[in-house]
């Protein structure tokens, strides 16, 4: 080889191991050497191309090379958390979402005022002004505590840097969507998996002076903080704010009713290719911000507004086989494995077959010719069956009967519905090592230990070399093991270790969520951990004796009902999870749950609810009680404090205990009257 070719190779070479780390950094997120590796990378390929100028030819390094990612920015906490949303796929889920918030505000209006806006496919970020002048400005980060990226954001020209009006909140916090033009990104795209991560990386610099390089934009989508509160609508509050010059986007419109959102839904999609951005559909908020108010948040997610996707992506492939997973509450969901195919731009393998019920109605078998279709981030599904290209000797599908750990599987018949479930589970929990692998991906998740750079695919990884086996084995990671697998350098081992030590303090309803009891999900945790309010009391449940008594309790919190609670015996009485669960809760320090507020109307009382109410439904009534400190009990027992008693239909015989017990009775003008005191 001539000293020239070895050259161009050894320069290729530099430049693939370059954009590997670019790409371990903002694709998969996780660094696998440390900055001065990095750097020492860097510093060869700029070297070689310095003294071999010809090099330039070969390839355009000025984009890999300025990429130098960091994650040294200073963590600040959120004003107002940042939250997601909830998706609709279909008329049917936007349906379903007005008739919801109707109910919720106990309205019945078919044509209410919601804000139609594009959903951009970009980064999330918040601006804080004060005085009209910008000087916070932070990334989602876990949507609690963000990330100082001030410096990066201000090279944003189009974001205003000071507010030129006299009408300006004193305080006014701005939150909007950073992203990359698709013309943009395409100069850059090699080294980024789309222009999602492009912007991601960019807002990411270390310097500054790299991501002015990068031509970032943004749109402006709504406000966290704002003091004094000067807006009465959504569509008002991004007039105004444009007015300031803020970027907003231009397809924004309000609609009234189901079917005007379906015309703006289609018109937007057909426009969607022509746009110099991605979006994945629009988001249809409440215009209305005091009906917003009222409706508030879930746990994650606004109530007052909601994603709707574009409709599915569709592609032909053939069903190669079909497989088992198995779930971490033991479901078992056959999978098909197809000839790859591209769908929307993301090459598919895999598509769920849901049940045994569905293959069974679709008779969907190996060798078929299907149609599959994937929604945003959605797993993709097998949406029909080819008949015509069928083979003639193609048998039909059997369902495994046993798990892949060997157990009987079975399916549940529902308590509520005396319905048989259509999914069949494994019912061993820890002790089938599928599920366990399962319920260690659901503890490491961003919603329960919430452990960076502790991924589905790093618990795959450590499960297979028995570096974990059980949710405690996380705590007492052999290090030594890890630093010799490939991919784990000193930064990412060091920053593996904060992330696990960060998460070992816990809120107690994050813990109940954790454990992964089925029907437990985040908000019936968050109802368990308020009841039980110290990890002490919660732990009682292991006691047989205990645990009877407390289940009866139970019944009375509103939410936990007769399958909750029989949940909860099982997972207790299972000695496996009982030993795992108390080996995990030695490693951990899980602190108290704090009532929401500790100087609301209610704080410390408790409240039922009986009737209906003119002004709101029973939702809202218990969301204002638990925000003023209150907790709502599901029927009627000595512990009550107070019956609130609505003029529409109460319960007579509610009353009449309540009366026995000398529990105090609010009547409905009385409970506006608290409320608006
Ligand atoms: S409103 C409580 N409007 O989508 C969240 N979000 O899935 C209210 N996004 O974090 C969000 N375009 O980063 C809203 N027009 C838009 C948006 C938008 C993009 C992003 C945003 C948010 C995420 C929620």
New binding site residues.
């Given amino acids: 080889m001539s000293e020239k070719n070895e050259i161009i190779n050894k320069f290729k070479k530099l430049v693939s191991d370059l954009k590997k780390h670019n790409r371990f950094y903002y694709v998969n997120d996780s660094p696998k050497i440390t900055d001065s590796e990095y750097d020492l990378l860097k510093k060869k390929i700029l070297e070689l191309v310095k003294q071999f100028s010809y090099l330039k030819k070969i390839e355009d390094i000025s984009l890999i090379i300025g990429a130098e990612p960091s994650n040294k920015f200073k963590k600040i906490n959120h004003i107002i958390p940042?939250?997601?949303?909830s998706n609709a796929f279909d008329e049917k889920g936007m349906e379903d979402f007005i008739k919801k918030v109707n109910n919720f505000l106990n309205l019945n209006n078919k044509n209410l005022e919601f804000f139609a806006?594009?959903?951009?496919?970009?980064?999330?970020a918040t601006l804080i002004y004060e005085k009209g002048r910008l000087i916070r400005g932070l990334s989602?980060g876990d949507g609690t505590v963000g990330e100082d990226i001030l410096q990066n954001l201000k090279t944003i020209q189009s974001i205003p840097k000071k507010i030129e009006a006299n009408d300006v909140p004193e305080l006014l916090e701005i939150?909007c969507?950073v992203y990359i033009g698709k013309k943009d990104f395409n100069k850059m795209k090699e080294n980024f998996a789309n222009p999602r991560n492009a912007a991601g990386g960019s807002l990411r610099q270390k310097d500054s002076n790299e991501t002015s390089k990068i031509p970032l934009k943004y749109?402006a989508?709504?406000f966290g903080a704002v003091s004094p509160m000067v807006f009465k609508t959504q569509s008002e509050f991004l007039q105004k704010i444009k007015k300031w010059n803020f970027s907003t986007?231009p397809l924004?419109e309000t609609v009234n009713g189901l079917e005007q959102i379906v015309i703006k839904h289609k018109k937007v999609d057909q426009l969607r290719s022509t746009l110099d951005y991605d979006?994945d559909g629009?988001?249809y908020?409440v215009n209305d911000i005091n009906l917003q108010k009222r409706l508030g948040?879930t746990s994650n997610?606004?109530r007052w507004?909601i994603?709707y996707k574009f409709s599915a992506e569709k592609a032909v492939t053939k069903i190669k086989n079909i497989v088992i997973q198995v779930g971490r509450t033991g479901a078992i969901t056959p999978v098909a494995k197809v000839d790859p195919v591209n769908v929307g731009g993301v090459v598919v393998s895999n598509a769920t077959l849901h049940n045994e019920e569905e293959i069974q109605r679709k008779d969907i078998r190996i060798g078929d010719t299907i149609i599959i279709q994937r929604a945003g981030d959605v797993i993709p599904q097998v949406v029909s069956v080819d008949i015509s290209k069928r083979e003639k000797n193609s048998k039909k599908y059997a369902f495994p009967k046993k798990c892949l750990c060997g157990a009987d599987t079975r399916k549940e018949l529902s308590k509520s519905t005396n319905k048989q479930d259509a999914v069949r589970r494994c019912f061993k929990g820890y002790d089938c090592k599928f599920t366990a692998k399962e319920k260690l991906k659901h503890i490491v998740s961003k919603e329960a230990f919430n452990i960076d750079g502790l991924g589905k695919k790093v618990i795959d990884q450590f499960w297979d070399l028995k570096l974990i086996k059980e949710p405690s084995d996380i705590f007492e990671l052999n290090y030594n093991k890890i630093k010799k697998l490939e991919g784990w350098g000193e930064l990412s081992i060091s920053n593996l270790k904060k992330a696990i030590e960060k998460s070992q303090i816990i809120s107690l309803d994050r813990f109940i969520f954790s454990i992964g009891i089925r029907h437990i999900g985040q908000e019936n945790a968050k109802i368990l951990a308020s009841f039980f309010s110290s990890i002490k009391e919660f732990s009682r449940l292991f006691d047989l004796k205990d645990r009877k008594k407390i289940l009866l309790n139970l019944a009375d919190l509103d939410g936990i009902g007769e399958t909750q609670i029989q949940s909860i015996d099982n997972f207790f009485s299972n000695n496996t999870n009982a030993r795992i669960i108390k080996d995990l809760i030695i490693k951990l320090k899980i602190k108290n749950f704090n009532i929401r507020n500790k100087n609301g109307k209610f704080s410390n009382k408790k409240l039922m609810f009986t009737g209906g109410f003119k002004n709101m439904s029973r939702s809202e009534a218990k969301a204002l009680a638990e925000n003023n400190g209150g907790k709502v009990l599901g029927s009627i027992s000595k512990k009550l404090d107070f019956l609130v008693v609505g003029d529409s239909k109460p319960t007579k015989k509610k009353i009449e205990q309540a009366k026995q017990l000398d529990i105090k009775i609010i009547l409905e003008k009385d409970w506006n009257k608290i409320l608006n005191s």
């Fill in positions: 940042m939250l997601s949303l806006e594009p959903k951009i496919d970009g980064i999330s989602r939150r969507e749109f989508y709504g986007n924004s979006i629009l988001v908020k948040n997610s606004p507004a994603a």
